[in-house]
């Protein structure tokens, strides 16, 4: 079974507009954290346009603030671009609910771990992902912002199928200088797995990439949302995380979602989990809890959800000061994806309570 995944780099259009919203909501939750924050980016050539909603008590400075994300993402414009904002506050219908410790919208959210990588994520997007941070670590001069990878693992033979690596380069740069700085990154991740290196690589398919960022390309936040959680391996509810605060179920039931299947995998009751919470707006419960174990499971998937009701507080303020999401800095969530550092709360592997997660399932 060949299965893909892909990760595009801080570079990449869509990735510049998550930086911005999620530069703007650390920002508020800095200096108010009580904020409520529903803010996107849209960005083509030279013109930035942010909308949305905010509540807070801090009078933030929306210009600096993506001058900052374009100086570091983007260098061509950062003192050169246009600026459209149009930002309101919180709709009061939706203030009661949240007011009332209740969800800030309907939806489902889903969480996922297994037991093929460290990180608990699927190996293709494991592989991606490290190619572009490798990319992004090594600063290759002959290199610019914007990029993409992409690895086909055949599961069956557990050998990787295709590697490709896009990534944009200076106009002067040969691209047999771009091939080889490409597929050393390639050698080197599969290596460093223990993969197969006769793998098919490709780089820069269409054999140019000079024109990247912005002026290749728009850019809108929320627009890579695979990328952002496990590569296509498990369902998304289709919010975007990037620029709301975590009242949003969006993004808070997400990450819980998330630390509840690495957790389940950590008791022992499966090797592979996926969660899904459902909320309706202004109420504090979710509506529905859902476990689907893949046929890993030790002990049955009814079993499972008894044990999440009993041991985690699934209302939006409970999981926000569980994971202490007010006091997130979410400028570290909007590239390489939401679950791919490990210090961040959801992902953290020391569990906060010693009765949170039993040590096996004999002793659950």
Known sequence: MLFTSEQVSPGHPDKVCDQISDVILSDCLRNDPQSRVAVETLIKDRHVVVAGEITSQHELDVHELVRRVLAA??????????????????????????????????????????????RMLPLPFVLATEAIQYLQ???????????????????KRHRIDTFLISTQHKEE????????????????????????????????????????????????????????????????????????DPTKVDRSAAYMARRIAKD????????????????????????????NTFHTGRVPAGYIVKWIRKHYDLTPEGMISFLGLRHVDYNYTSTLGHFWRQWLPWEDDSLPYENKVPESVENA
């Open 73 to 118: 993402r983007q260098p061509s414009i950062r003192d050169d671009f246009d600026l459209t904002v149009h930002i309101s506050k919180q709709s009061p219908d939706i203030a009661q609910g949240v007011d009332r410790k209740g969800a800030g919208d309907q939806g489902m959210m889903f969480g996922y771990a297994c037991s093929e990588t460290h």
């Open 173 to 244: 740069v040969d691209m047999p200088v771009v091939q080889n700085i490409c597929r050393k990154i390639m050698l080197k991740i599969a290596d460093a797995y223990g993969l197969n290196t006769d793998y098919r690589a490709l780089v820069n398919p269409t054999g140019r990439f000079v024109t990247g960022g912005s002026f290749a390309d728009s850019g809108v936040t929320g627009r890579k949302i695979i990328a952002d959680t496990y590569g296509g391996a498990a369902h998304h509810g289709g919010g975007a995380f990037s620029g709301k």
């Open 264 to 291: 389940v995998l950590r008791a022992g009751y499966a090797k592979r989990c996926e969660i899904q919470l459902s909320y309706a707006i202004g109420i504090e419960e979710p509506v529905s809890i859902l476990v």
């Open 137 to 155: 670590q090594e600063r290759h001069p002959e290199l610019l912002p914007d990029a993409k990878a992409q690895c086909t693992f055949d599961y």
